[in-house]
């Protein structure tokens, strides 16, 4: 079975632009998990999504917004950047009937100028 | 609030010299506990999930432990392929959501 992949793997972007992240979950996989990894912080959650539905949601501001598509393909989207929203971002998927088993891709490796 | 704490923060070892790696969580309604590995420039692989205290799991050279307050995960007789950074996480009951906590973290070098 193929594993999560993420688009891009690297993006560069300026202050204040936005920018789309693209995950494709494992096949059978309806379970979607974003997570923010940065050296100080660590992996913090940012969102969850379900059968296209956001199920929970992390303390990140109002720029940070997700969604799922019916084939569980996912995408998150960061609008306004800022210089502290360079970081690693981690898409995760899930089994069905093993849902806190989280398998990640990747990542995205975004920097902000 | 829930929190997962990991130590050392870095640990250098020998190849051969086994060792322990601490995870101690403060997680209300404690789901399971996760141990991954990732490796520089990598998304965290999946190595364990401990459900409840006294569970043991084992994997190669590796084996994670679980008690209420903690878990460990042990590393017998290391090799330098073992070197990389070792991340456990606890998930909090809440329904069907799958919010993981995350500690920050376990720098394993293992020399040769």
């Known amino acids: 079975k193929a594993g999560v992949t993420q688009t891009p793997r690297y993006l560069i972007k300026t202050r204040g632009q936005q920018v789309t992240l693209s995950c494709s979950p494992i096949s059978g996989h309806r379970s979607v998990s974003w997570y923010q990894q940065t050296p100080g912080q660590g992996l913090q959650f940012l969102f969850e999504y379900f059968s296209e539905t956001q199920r929970n949601k992390g303390n990140f501001p109002g720029r940070f917004s997700g969604r799922q598509f019916s084939n569980s393909r996912s995408e998150m989207n960061v609008s306004t950047l800022e210089l502290g929203d360079s970081a690693l971002y981690l898409c995760a998927s899930s089994p069905p009937l093993a849902t806190y088993e989280q398998y990640f891709g990747p990542g995205t490796r975004l920097t902000v100028t | 609030e829930d929190q997962v704490t990991q130590s050392p923060e870095a640990l250098r070892l020998q190849e051969g010299e086994s060792s322990s790696l601490n995870c101690s969580y403060t997680v209300s309604g404690l789901r399971g506990l996760f141990w991954y590995r990732q490796d520089p420039g990598k998304g965290p692989e999946f190595l364990f999930t401990?459900?409840?205290a006294g569970e043991e799991k084992e994997k190669e050279r590796l084996k994670a432990t679980l008690t209420k307050k903690e878990s460990f995960l042990h590393i017998t007789a290391p090799k330098p392929e073992d070197s990389a950074t070792y991340l456990c996480a606890a998930g909090r009951y809440g329904g069907a959501t799958n919010k993981l906590i995350f500690g920050t973290g376990t720098l394993l070098a293992v020399q040769p």
């Open positions: 401990l459900y409840s």
